[in-house]
């Protein structure tokens, strides 16, 4: 399941669109709009910007995001399914995607393989709440992280770009996915939530560790 990490894959399919016809802009007003989808994880925003896709793809409803991220890069979106809006109370289940496809997104975002990658980096790099540096013992604050969250009653997850500083210069960027689902939905979903929010740091140390080994990292 994507839950809410599904939201820089609608971005991407606006910017895709963005690109390609002198028809779409991308305005202050759609900026404004990622920026609550992705900073604050608005579903109101994502649904917003689901329909300005499906409008300028035809009117062809929600799964015009998934038809316009394969129409373009049919080698990064393999196994990503876009067929729900999310639903009232944030109970999104529907929306697929997997590790592999979230790896190849940020890979190309990160070097500019996409349009307008350098903006949605800037907005996935806007402060907020993580699992990959956020309470995470070994990562300093120097670090920067390009990311977006996923937390549902079944699914707690944080894909993103980390870029650390080198202790003799330089920067390091490298990518972390983090997916814990389960089959059902949890009956007491924040200390659920919160169990393996923190599973996920866990892990996210241990990947810091190694990389400041292997790089000398701060």
Same mark, same amino acid.
């Given at each position: 399941?994507?839950?809410?990490?599904?939201?820089?894959?609608?971005?991407?399919?606006?910017?895709?669109?963005?690109?390609?016809?002198?028809?779409?802009?991308?305005?202050?007003?759609?900026?404004?709009?990622?920026?609550?989808?992705?900073?604050?994880?608005?579903?109101?925003?994502?649904?917003?910007?689901?329909?300005?896709?499906? !409008?300028?793809? +035809? &009117?062809? *409803?929600?799964?015009?995001?998934?038809?316009?991220?394969?129409?373009?890069? =049919?080698?990064? #979106?393999?196994?990503?399914?876009?067929?729900?809006?999310?639903?009232?109370?944030?109970?999104?289940?529907?929306?697929?995607?997997?590790?592999?496809?979230?790896?190849?997104?940020?890979?190309?975002?990160?070097?500019?393989?996409?349009?307008?990658?350098?903006?949605?980096?800037?907005?996935?790099?806007?402060?907020?709440?993580?699992?990959?540096?956020?309470?995470?013992?070994?990562?300093?604050?120097?670090?920067?992280?390009?990311?977006?969250?996923?937390?549902?009653? !079944?699914?707690? +997850? &944080?894909? *993103?770009?980390?870029?650390?500083?080198?202790?003799?210069?330089?920067?390091? =960027?490298?990518? #972390?996915?983090?997916?814990?689902?389960?089959?059902?939905?949890?009956?007491?979903?924040?200390?659920?939530?919160?169990?393996?929010?923190?599973?996920?740091?866990?892990?996210?140390?241990?990947?810091?560790?190694?990389?400041?080994?292997?790089?000398?990292?701060?």
């Amino acid at each position: 399941q994507a839950a809410s990490m599904i939201k820089p894959f609608v971005a991407q399919a606006f910017f895709y669109q963005a690109s390609k016809s002198r028809s779409v802009r991308y305005t202050s007003d759609i900026r404004r709009t990622m920026e609550r989808m992705i900073r604050r994880s608005s579903n109101t925003a994502t649904n917003r910007l689901m329909s300005i896709v499906s !409008r300028n793809a +035809g &009117n062809g *409803g929600v799964r015009s995001v998934e038809r316009v991220l394969k129409q373009h890069a =049919p080698g990064i #979106f393999r196994e990503t399914r876009v067929v729900e809006k999310i639903p009232a109370g944030g109970r999104t289940y529907r929306n697929l995607a997997s590790a592999h496809d979230y790896s190849r997104f940020l890979y190309a975002l990160w070097n500019d393989q996409l349009p307008y990658a350098s903006e949605l980096r800037a907005i996935m790099a806007l402060p907020n709440r993580d699992r990959i540096c956020d309470g995470v013992k070994s990562v300093p604050s120097t670090v920067k992280v390009y990311d977006k969250t996923g937390s549902t009653a !079944r699914l707690c +997850g &944080n894909m *993103g770009i980390i870029e650390a500083p080198g202790r003799r210069g330089g920067r390091y =960027p490298y990518t #972390f996915i983090g997916i814990i689902e389960r089959p059902s939905r949890a009956r007491n979903y924040a200390s659920w939530i919160t169990r393996r929010s923190n599973a996920i740091r866990a892990v996210s140390n241990l990947v810091y560790l190694e990389m400041k080994e292997r790089h000398l990292l701060v």
